[in-house]
């Protein structure tokens, strides 16, 4: 084989080919996440949003992750604060377990918006807050310009939201370079391809602007962010859009892509900041201790 094409399989599958290793074991590592889920108090399907907090929470794992393993801290935390919180799967293919958000992002984005109305039909209420991080704070934009979540979200908050695209560091660059390359990543991992910026996916997304009238956007971003890069790509503008940059609050937070997602305590509280502004604090390095 060719050097060059020995490139491509781990620029489309590397991940993937490292589920196969981790068969044996993905059904008990599952169970025990679920479970895990059940008695953090979340997913709750009998909570009532309370009059403090009237908005069910939605959180929205990222690309290669899954609707427990990317919440098991941001979820208690918010559960914590008296909020009804909720995570779904979504973009799974065929044969993969444990690791979602592959599958085409517009086909994602219906999955959310099923789950939404699940949501809202369950909790009594007439709009969600939604939560994501990396994919999932850049494909709820999907869902809201094209697929009428508008009317049914109050706020989005993403956490190290690919809202641009990213070069993967200049290593997206490198596609021209390797005929059937595209062709390669659309076939193994669909959301991969349509991440990539300048992509077909992101290019109708962005068209026309970044928001939609209505909804509350926040992006949370660090500037060591090695995935989604370049960081600023992740900030959106329009009139009713809050971004933030983690190190603006805290200097000395080294937080990268899946630490801020996973366990940052100064970005969940400015995540707490965005669904309840009206009772914000000032997000510090002393955040952590709230």
């Given at each position: 084989?060719?050097?060059?094409?020995?490139?491509?399989?781990?620029?489309?599958?590397?991940?993937?080919?490292?589920?196969?290793?981790?068969?044996?074991?993905?059904?008990?590592?599952?169970?025990?996440?679920?479970?895990?889920?059940?008695?953090?108090?979340?997913?709750?399907?009998?909570?009532k949003?309370?009059?403090?907090?009237?908005?069910?929470?939605?959180?929205?794992?990222?690309?290669?992750?899954?609707?427990?393993?990317?919440?098991?801290?941001?979820?208690?935390?918010?559960?914590?604060?008296?909020?009804?919180?909720?995570?779904?799967?979504y973009?799974?293919?065929?044969?993969?377990?444990?690791?979602?958000?592959?599958?085409?992002?517009?086909?994602?984005?219906?999955?959310?918006?099923?789950?939404?109305?699940?949501?809202?039909?369950?909790?009594g209420?007439?709009?969600?807050?939604?939560?994501?991080?990396?994919?999932?704070?850049?494909?709820?934009?999907?869902?809201?310009?094209?697929?009428?979540?508008?009317?049914?979200?109050?706020?989005?908050?993403?956490?190290?939201?690919?809202?641009?695209?990213?070069?993967?560091?200049?290593l997206?660059?490198?596609?021209?370079?390797?005929?059937?390359?595209?062709?390669?990543?659309?076939?193994?991992?669909?959301?991969?391809?349509?991440?990539?910026?300048?992509?077909?996916?992101?290019?109708?997304?962005?068209?026309?602007?970044?928001?939609?009238?209505?909804?509350?956007?926040?992006?949370?971003?660090?500037?060591?962010?090695?995935?989604?890069?370049?960081?600023?790509?992740?900030?959106?503008?329009?009139?009713?859009?809050?971004?933030?940059?983690?190190?603006?609050?805290?200097?000395?937070?080294?937080?990268?892509?899946?630490a801020?997602?996973?366990?940052?305590?100064?970005?969940?509280?400015?995540?707490?900041?965005?669904?309840?502004?009206?009772?914000?604090?000032?997000?510090?390095?002393?955040?952590?201790?709230?």
């Amino acid at each position: 084989m060719l050097p060059w094409k020995r490139m491509l399989r781990p620029l489309a599958a590397l991940l993937l080919t490292a589920t196969v290793v981790i068969l044996p074991t993905a059904s008990a590592t599952a169970t025990a996440a679920t479970e895990a889920a059940a008695t953090s108090g979340w997913n709750n399907y009998s909570c009532k949003p309370s009059t403090a907090h009237p908005r069910p929470v939605v959180l929205v794992h990222g690309t290669f992750a899954n609707s427990v393993d990317n919440w098991l801290a941001l979820a208690p935390y918010l559960v914590n604060r008296g909020y009804c919180v909720y995570s779904l799967d979504y973009g799974q293919l065929p044969g993969v377990p444990l690791f979602n958000g592959l599958g085409p992002i517009d086909k994602s984005a219906e999955q959310l918006q099923v789950f939404v109305d699940k949501v809202l039909a369950a909790t009594g209420s007439a709009k969600a807050d939604l939560v994501g991080h990396s994919q999932g704070g850049m494909m709820p934009r999907y869902y809201l310009k094209f697929l009428g979540g508008a009317a049914k979200v109050n706020a989005l908050v993403g956490i190290a939201p690919d809202n641009h695209g990213t070069t993967l560091n200049g290593l997206s660059n490198l596609l021209a370079y390797f005929p059937g390359a595209e062709d390669l990543l659309s076939t193994a991992t669909p959301a991969l391809a349509d991440q990539i910026a300048g992509s077909a996916f992101l290019t109708k997304l962005n068209a026309g602007g970044d928001t939609v009238a209505g909804v509350h956007y926040t992006v949370i971003a660090t500037k060591y962010d090695e995935v989604v890069t370049p960081y600023r790509s992740q900030f959106l503008t329009g009139s009713d859009v809050h971004n933030v940059l983690l190190q603006d609050l805290c200097a000395v937070d080294l937080s990268e892509h899946a630490a801020i997602g996973l366990l940052d305590r100064i970005a969940f509280h400015e995540v707490a900041n965005a669904l309840d502004p009206a009772h914000a604090t000032a997000t510090t390095c002393l955040s952590v201790l709230g």
